[in-house]
């Protein structure tokens, strides 16, 4: 079955500051990578998804992630953080794309003044 | 435009009692999905509908739980004999169908059961 871990459940960040957020997944073939942001209140948001080609891919916001197949990976990243980035951070995998997602846990992203 | 709309945004229930929550998805979307959240969980999958026809209820954890769409546009949840263990964020999505279709999130009902 799939599965996806997300290992840091708080992570505060200064604002200006570079962000990485780790996302391991588990699954048989090449998946359908996404991920999603979650502020109070409101619904998740699509950030950035990879379903083939460059590994390398650019979402909204300012937010990029790189898939690496070797390290079974998908980690999020952001040159600077601004206050208004802090939410929660959710990755997912579908397998079969946008179709029965299963998510990680979540990464809660403070950021500090 | 209007986003993916849930109602009631908030429900507290007694154990033992049913509730619907409904879901209105963006118009002229083709597909609907329900997912959970328990808190500090993320989205679990439950179940998805392609126009009026479900799709996929695997994630339904068991059979006090139903969804329809009859008419291939609002769909209602419903959670029968509803157990304290049913609490949770419950949300919808919609989207244009297919797979590479990008799903529009509501923001959820709120269910506590007491």
Redesign the interface.
Same mark, same amino acid.
């Given at each position: 079955a799939q599965s996806?871990t997300q290992p840091d459940i708080h992570i505060t960040v200064s604002e200006g500051a570079s962000l990485e957020l780790r996302c391991n997944y588990s699954y048989g073939a090449t998946p359908?990578l996404f991920w999603y942001v979650q502020s109070p +209140? /409101? +619904? &998740? /948001? &699509?950030l950035l998804?990879y !379903?083939s080609g460059d590994t390398l891919v650019q979402g909204i916001k300012g937010f990029e992630a790189e898939f690496t197949r070797s390290q079974s990976s998908f980690n999020l990243r952001k040159p600077s953080v601004h206050w208004s980035d802090a939410a929660e951070y !959710?990755c997912?995998v579908?397998p +079969? =794309? !946008? /179709?029965?997602?299963? !998510? =990680?846990? +979540?990464t809660r992203l403070l950021v500090s003044p | 435009g209007a986003g993916v709309s849930q109602s009631p945004r908030y429900k507290v229930t007694k154990r033992g009692q049913d509730v619907a929550l409904r879901c209105d998805p963006i118009s002229g979307h083709v597909s609907l999905y329900w997912y959970r959240q328990a808190l500090g969980q993320g989205p679990e999958f439950l179940t998805y509908f392609n126009y009026e026809a479900q799709q996929d209820k695997s994630g339904l954890p068991n059979d006090r739980f139903s969804a329809e769409r009859p008419e291939g546009s609002i769909s209602t949840l419903t959670i029968q004999r509803t157990e304290q263990r049913d609490s949770a964020m419950y949300r919808c999505a919609s989207s244009l169908g297919g797979a590479r279709a990008p799903l529009h999130f509501g923001n959820g009902t709120r269910l506590t059961v007491t």
């Open positions: 996806v359908y +209140g /409101q +619904g &998740l /948001q &699509l998804k !379903f !959710f997912a579908g +079969g =794309g !946008f /179709q029965k997602l299963v !998510f =990680g846990t +979540g | -």
